[in-house]
Protein backbone atom coordinates (compact mmCIF):
# COMPACT_ATOMS: atom_id res chain seq x y z
CA UNK A 1 0.00 0.00 0.00
CA UNK A 2 1.32 3.45 -0.79
CA UNK A 3 0.07 6.32 1.29
CA UNK A 4 0.56 10.29 0.20
CA UNK A 5 2.11 12.39 2.34
CA UNK A 6 0.04 13.00 5.96
CA UNK A 7 -1.66 9.74 5.40
CA UNK A 8 -2.03 7.06 7.86
CA UNK A 9 -3.02 3.34 7.68
CA UNK A 10 -4.81 1.84 10.19
CA UNK A 11 -4.30 -1.85 10.54
CA UNK A 12 -5.82 -4.53 10.15
CA UNK A 13 -9.02 -2.75 8.88
CA UNK A 14 -7.00 -1.09 5.89
CA UNK A 15 -8.01 2.54 6.80
CA UNK A 16 -6.64 5.26 4.92
CA UNK A 17 -7.26 8.51 6.21
CA UNK A 18 -5.28 11.86 5.60
CA UNK A 19 -4.83 12.34 9.65
CA UNK A 20 -3.39 10.22 12.62
CA UNK A 21 -6.37 7.25 12.22
CA UNK A 22 -9.19 8.47 14.99
CA UNK A 23 -8.27 6.14 17.42
CA UNK A 24 -5.16 7.77 18.31
CA UNK A 25 -6.28 11.06 17.96
CA UNK A 26 -9.01 10.09 20.31
CA UNK A 27 -6.64 9.29 23.29
CA UNK A 28 -3.87 12.00 22.88
CA UNK A 29 -3.26 14.11 25.65
CA UNK A 30 -6.32 16.71 26.75
CA UNK A 31 -7.70 18.82 28.70
CA UNK A 32 -6.16 19.67 32.42
CA UNK A 33 -4.05 16.96 32.54
CA UNK A 34 -3.10 17.62 29.00
CA UNK A 35 -2.00 20.60 29.37
CA UNK A 36 0.96 19.80 31.58
CA UNK A 37 2.18 17.38 29.58
CA UNK A 38 4.89 19.52 27.42
CA UNK A 39 6.28 20.59 31.00
CA UNK A 40 6.38 16.70 33.02
CA UNK A 41 7.60 15.69 29.83
CA UNK A 42 10.39 18.51 28.95
CA UNK A 43 12.69 16.06 27.04
CA UNK A 44 10.68 15.53 24.68
CA UNK A 45 11.07 19.05 23.63
CA UNK A 46 6.61 19.41 22.73
CA UNK A 47 5.48 22.86 22.23
CA UNK A 48 3.75 24.23 25.33
CA UNK A 49 0.72 24.49 24.32
CA UNK A 50 -1.72 21.57 22.97
CA UNK A 51 -2.86 23.37 20.30
CA UNK A 52 0.51 23.80 18.87
CA UNK A 53 1.18 20.41 18.17
CA UNK A 54 1.18 18.67 15.02
CA UNK A 55 0.32 14.98 14.17
CA UNK A 56 4.18 14.43 14.77
CA UNK A 57 4.43 15.86 18.28
CA UNK A 58 1.11 13.71 19.12
CA UNK A 59 2.75 10.30 18.07
CA UNK A 60 5.91 11.44 19.76
CA UNK A 61 3.71 11.97 23.00
CA UNK A 62 2.17 8.41 22.78
CA UNK A 63 5.09 7.10 21.42
CA UNK A 64 7.47 7.54 24.20
CA UNK A 65 5.56 8.46 26.96
CA UNK A 66 1.53 7.39 26.15
CA UNK A 67 1.93 4.26 28.46
CA UNK A 68 -1.51 4.87 30.79
CA UNK A 69 -3.52 7.11 28.33
CA UNK A 70 -7.15 6.07 27.85
CA UNK A 71 -8.31 3.22 25.94
CA UNK A 72 -6.47 0.11 25.60
CA UNK A 73 -4.24 1.17 23.16
CA UNK A 74 -0.21 1.37 24.06
CA UNK A 75 1.91 3.03 21.51
CA UNK A 76 5.84 2.34 20.79
CA UNK A 77 8.16 0.09 22.55
CA UNK A 78 9.24 2.96 24.85
CA UNK A 79 5.64 3.43 26.25
CA UNK A 80 5.05 0.04 26.24
CA UNK A 81 8.39 -0.91 28.44
CA UNK A 82 7.47 1.64 30.57
CA UNK A 83 3.56 0.94 31.18
CA UNK A 84 5.19 -2.93 32.34
CA UNK A 85 7.03 -0.53 34.60
CA UNK A 86 3.94 1.11 36.04
CA UNK A 87 4.89 1.03 39.72
CA UNK A 88 1.77 -1.13 41.12
CA UNK A 89 1.46 -0.09 44.90
CA UNK A 90 -1.77 1.35 45.55
CA UNK A 91 -2.38 4.56 47.19
CA UNK A 92 -4.51 5.28 49.95
CA UNK A 93 -7.00 8.27 50.39
CA UNK A 94 -4.76 9.43 52.99
CA UNK A 95 -2.29 10.62 50.11
CA UNK A 96 -5.17 12.77 48.05
CA UNK A 97 -4.44 16.29 49.18
CA UNK A 98 -0.97 15.91 48.68
CA UNK A 99 -1.80 14.31 45.26
CA UNK A 100 -4.02 17.29 44.54
CA UNK A 101 -1.28 19.83 45.84
CA UNK A 102 1.24 18.00 43.58
CA UNK A 103 -1.34 17.99 40.06
CA UNK A 104 -1.67 21.81 40.47
CA UNK A 105 2.07 22.47 40.90
CA UNK A 106 2.26 20.54 37.73
CA UNK A 107 3.79 17.44 38.78
CA UNK A 108 0.33 15.23 38.30
CA UNK A 109 0.54 11.24 39.13
CA UNK A 110 -0.86 10.48 36.14
CA UNK A 111 -1.23 12.23 32.11
CA UNK A 112 -4.20 9.83 31.31
CA UNK A 113 -7.28 11.51 30.99
CA UNK A 114 -9.12 14.75 29.33
CA UNK A 115 -11.43 17.12 30.75
CA UNK A 116 -11.08 20.57 32.18
CA UNK A 117 -11.20 20.30 36.10
CA UNK A 118 -8.28 19.22 38.28
CA UNK A 119 -7.61 15.63 37.93
CA UNK A 120 -5.13 13.05 38.76
CA UNK A 121 -4.80 9.25 38.31
CA UNK A 122 -4.32 6.57 41.11
CA UNK A 123 -4.48 3.30 41.87
CA UNK A 124 -6.28 2.86 44.90
CA UNK A 125 -7.24 -0.48 46.76
CA UNK A 126 -6.88 -3.05 43.33
CA UNK A 127 -8.54 -0.72 41.19
CA UNK A 128 -7.50 2.66 38.55
CA UNK A 129 -9.33 5.88 40.04
CA UNK A 130 -9.59 9.19 38.52
CA UNK A 131 -9.99 11.71 41.18
CA UNK A 132 -11.63 15.32 40.54
CA UNK A 133 -10.61 18.03 43.47
CA UNK A 134 -11.64 21.26 44.61
CA UNK A 135 -9.75 22.98 46.94
CA UNK A 136 -11.77 24.49 49.82
CA UNK A 137 -10.28 27.40 50.44
CA UNK A 138 -10.58 30.33 52.78
CA UNK A 139 -13.75 31.88 54.62
CA UNK A 140 -15.45 33.49 52.16
CA UNK A 141 -14.23 32.70 49.41
CA UNK A 142 -17.36 31.47 47.07
CA UNK A 143 -15.25 30.09 44.08
CA UNK A 144 -13.73 27.74 46.31
CA UNK A 145 -16.99 27.28 47.65
CA UNK A 146 -19.13 26.99 44.46
CA UNK A 147 -16.40 24.50 43.22
CA UNK A 148 -16.30 21.97 46.36
CA UNK A 149 -20.58 22.37 45.76
CA UNK A 150 -20.41 21.33 41.98
CA UNK A 151 -18.55 17.87 42.89
CA UNK A 152 -20.89 16.90 45.68
CA UNK A 153 -23.73 17.84 43.44
CA UNK A 154 -21.55 15.51 40.51
CA UNK A 155 -21.71 12.57 42.88
CA UNK A 156 -25.40 13.00 43.37
CA UNK A 157 -26.13 13.33 39.90
CA UNK A 158 -24.51 10.00 39.23
CA UNK A 159 -25.96 8.04 41.72
CA UNK A 160 -29.28 8.88 40.38
CA UNK A 161 -28.48 7.68 36.79
CA UNK A 162 -27.45 4.72 37.91
CA UNK A 163 -30.99 4.15 40.42
CA UNK A 164 -32.68 4.86 36.88
CA UNK A 165 -30.77 1.72 35.23
CA UNK A 166 -28.35 3.21 33.42
CA UNK A 167 -24.54 2.51 34.25
CA UNK A 168 -23.09 5.15 35.84
CA UNK A 169 -19.33 5.21 37.05
CA UNK A 170 -19.01 4.09 40.48
CA UNK A 171 -18.02 7.46 42.72
CA UNK A 172 -17.33 8.60 46.21
CA UNK A 173 -17.16 11.95 47.67
CA UNK A 174 -14.66 12.67 50.41
CA UNK A 175 -14.04 15.16 52.55
CA UNK A 176 -10.65 16.50 54.07
CA UNK A 177 -9.92 19.31 55.69
CA UNK A 178 -7.82 21.11 52.59
CA UNK A 179 -9.94 19.58 49.49
CA UNK A 180 -13.37 17.40 48.09
CA UNK A 181 -12.33 14.87 45.67
CA UNK A 182 -14.79 12.86 43.80
CA UNK A 183 -13.35 9.84 43.46
CA UNK A 184 -14.30 7.74 40.39
CA UNK A 185 -13.19 3.99 39.31
CA UNK A 186 -12.30 4.11 35.85
CA UNK A 187 -14.44 1.90 33.50
CA UNK A 188 -11.70 1.45 30.85
CA UNK A 189 -8.93 -1.05 33.42
CA UNK A 190 -9.73 -4.40 34.73
CA UNK A 191 -7.57 -4.36 37.53
CA UNK A 192 -3.78 -3.39 37.53
CA UNK A 193 -2.87 -4.05 33.99
CA UNK A 194 -5.92 -5.04 32.01
CA UNK A 195 -7.23 -2.11 29.48
CA UNK A 196 -10.78 -1.89 27.47
CA UNK A 197 -10.99 0.20 24.53
CA UNK A 198 -12.80 3.35 24.71
CA UNK A 199 -13.87 5.90 21.50
CA UNK A 200 -15.74 9.25 22.27
CA UNK A 201 -18.78 10.02 20.66
CA UNK A 202 -16.95 12.95 18.95
CA UNK A 203 -14.58 9.78 17.20
CA UNK A 204 -17.21 8.05 15.67
CA UNK A 205 -20.49 10.76 14.81
CA UNK A 206 -19.82 13.09 11.98
CA UNK A 207 -21.22 16.02 13.26
CA UNK A 208 -19.52 17.79 16.18
CA UNK A 209 -22.81 20.42 16.50
CA UNK A 210 -25.40 17.22 17.28
CA UNK A 211 -26.68 16.77 20.45
CA UNK A 212 -25.87 13.36 22.30
CA UNK A 213 -29.59 12.50 21.40
CA UNK A 214 -29.61 13.55 17.93
CA UNK A 215 -26.34 11.61 17.74
CA UNK A 216 -27.71 8.98 19.11
CA UNK A 217 -30.21 8.22 16.78
CA UNK A 218 -27.99 9.03 13.98
CA UNK A 219 -26.16 5.90 15.18
CA UNK A 220 -29.56 4.03 15.74
CA UNK A 221 -30.87 4.28 12.44
CA UNK A 222 -26.92 3.83 11.19
CA UNK A 223 -27.13 0.41 13.01
CA UNK A 224 -24.44 1.24 15.39
CA UNK A 225 -25.81 1.10 18.48
CA UNK A 226 -28.60 -0.83 19.62
CA UNK A 227 -32.11 0.33 20.24
CA UNK A 228 -31.46 0.32 24.01
CA UNK A 229 -28.28 2.22 23.88
CA UNK A 230 -29.08 5.05 22.11
CA UNK A 231 -32.52 5.50 24.08
CA UNK A 232 -30.16 5.76 26.98
CA UNK A 233 -28.12 8.19 25.48
CA UNK A 234 -30.69 10.24 25.13
CA UNK A 235 -32.27 9.76 28.39
CA UNK A 236 -28.39 10.98 29.28
CA UNK A 237 -29.06 14.03 27.12
CA UNK A 238 -32.55 14.90 28.80
CA UNK A 239 -31.48 14.65 32.34
CA UNK A 240 -28.30 16.97 31.57
CA UNK A 241 -30.54 19.49 30.21
CA UNK A 242 -33.23 19.53 33.50
CA UNK A 243 -29.83 19.48 36.29
CA UNK A 244 -28.10 22.60 34.32
CA UNK A 245 -25.64 20.54 32.28
CA UNK A 246 -24.20 22.71 29.76
CA UNK A 247 -21.49 21.13 29.02
CA UNK A 248 -22.96 18.21 27.19
CA UNK A 249 -20.21 17.82 24.36
CA UNK A 250 -19.43 15.01 22.30
CA UNK A 251 -16.13 13.97 24.34
CA UNK A 252 -18.32 13.15 27.59
CA UNK A 253 -20.04 10.31 26.13
CA UNK A 254 -17.56 7.42 25.40
CA UNK A 255 -18.35 3.71 24.29
CA UNK A 256 -16.76 0.60 24.94
CA UNK A 257 -15.26 -0.62 21.37
CA UNK A 258 -15.42 -4.61 20.21
CA UNK A 259 -14.29 -4.50 17.07
CA UNK A 260 -17.05 -2.86 15.25
CA UNK A 261 -19.57 -2.80 17.91
CA UNK A 262 -20.20 -0.06 20.28
CA UNK A 263 -21.36 -0.18 23.95
CA UNK A 264 -22.26 2.90 25.88
CA UNK A 265 -19.89 2.98 28.56
CA UNK A 266 -21.06 4.11 31.70
CA UNK A 267 -21.97 7.95 32.39
CA UNK A 268 -19.61 10.65 33.93
CA UNK A 269 -19.29 13.90 33.85
CA UNK A 270 -22.63 14.87 34.79
CA UNK A 271 -22.07 18.35 36.13
CA UNK A 272 -24.57 21.25 36.89
CA UNK A 273 -21.83 24.19 34.89
CA UNK A 274 -24.65 26.03 34.49
CA UNK A 275 -23.97 27.34 38.20
CA UNK A 276 -20.01 27.24 38.13
CA UNK A 277 -17.81 30.36 38.55
CA UNK A 278 -17.13 32.10 35.58
CA UNK A 279 -13.60 32.72 33.74
CA UNK A 280 -12.66 35.88 35.92
CA UNK A 281 -13.61 34.55 38.79
CA UNK A 282 -17.30 35.42 39.83
CA UNK A 283 -20.39 33.65 40.84
CA UNK A 284 -23.42 35.57 39.43
CA UNK A 285 -26.74 34.08 40.45
CA UNK A 286 -28.37 32.17 37.48
CA UNK A 287 -31.62 31.52 36.60
CA UNK A 288 -32.48 27.85 36.13
CA UNK A 289 -35.01 27.85 32.95
CA UNK A 290 -36.85 24.28 32.43
CA UNK A 291 -35.32 23.18 28.94
CA UNK A 292 -37.99 22.29 26.18
CA UNK A 293 -38.37 18.47 25.18
CA UNK A 294 -37.30 17.95 21.58
CA UNK A 295 -38.35 15.40 19.25
CA UNK A 296 -35.50 13.38 19.92
CA UNK A 297 -35.66 13.18 23.64
CA UNK A 298 -40.24 12.94 23.39
CA UNK A 299 -40.16 9.04 24.80
CA UNK A 300 -37.85 9.47 27.42
CA UNK A 301 -38.63 13.15 28.93
CA UNK A 302 -40.85 12.85 31.94
CA UNK A 303 -38.92 9.77 32.94
CA UNK A 304 -35.38 12.07 32.55
CA UNK A 305 -37.81 14.64 34.16
CA UNK A 306 -39.04 12.77 37.49
CA UNK A 307 -35.21 11.77 37.76
CA UNK A 308 -33.97 15.75 38.10
CA UNK A 309 -36.54 16.31 40.50
CA UNK A 310 -35.17 13.93 42.42
CA UNK A 311 -31.58 15.08 42.11
CA UNK A 312 -32.71 19.00 43.23
CA UNK A 313 -34.44 17.40 45.86
CA UNK A 314 -31.27 15.45 47.40
CA UNK A 315 -29.52 18.88 46.99
CA UNK A 316 -31.80 20.87 48.51
CA UNK A 317 -31.19 18.02 51.25
CA UNK A 318 -27.59 17.74 51.35
CA UNK A 319 -25.79 19.05 54.57
CA UNK A 320 -23.00 18.81 52.75
CA UNK A 321 -23.63 21.94 50.40
CA UNK A 322 -23.69 25.30 50.74
CA UNK A 323 -26.69 27.64 51.52
CA UNK A 324 -27.32 28.81 48.91
CA UNK A 325 -26.55 25.69 46.35
CA UNK A 326 -29.22 24.37 48.55
CA UNK A 327 -31.72 27.05 48.08
CA UNK A 328 -31.38 26.84 44.28
CA UNK A 329 -31.81 23.02 44.23
CA UNK A 330 -34.98 23.39 46.13
CA UNK A 331 -35.69 26.03 43.74
CA UNK A 332 -35.31 23.91 41.05
CA UNK A 333 -37.30 21.03 42.00
CA UNK A 334 -40.35 22.84 42.85
CA UNK A 335 -40.07 24.41 39.47
CA UNK A 336 -39.76 20.56 37.63
CA UNK A 337 -42.42 19.36 40.19
CA UNK A 338 -44.84 21.68 38.54
Known amino acids: ?74 VGEESFARWQALESAPRTRNDYPALADATIAGHPP ?36 RWCDLLILEGIALEVVGSRGISAARTNVIETPSHWFLESERFDRIGVRGRLAVLSLAAIHDDLADSWARAARSLRDAGRLTDEDARRLRWLDAFGAL ?9 NILFLTEGSSLRLAPAFDQVSMLYAPTADGQVPPRVFAVPNVSSDTLDVWDDARRAACEFWA ?6 RLSD ?3 FFCASNAQLLAK
Open 1 to 74: MTLAARQSVWMPTGTVTDRLPIELVDARPSGFLGRHFAAVHADLRLPPRLADWSDHHTLIAMSRRGEDLPGNLI
Open 110 to 145: SSSAGGERPKFGVPVDGRHMLVKFAARGGAGDVVAR
Open 243 to 251: IGNTDRHQY
Open 314 to 319: QGSDDA
Open 324 to 326: DVR
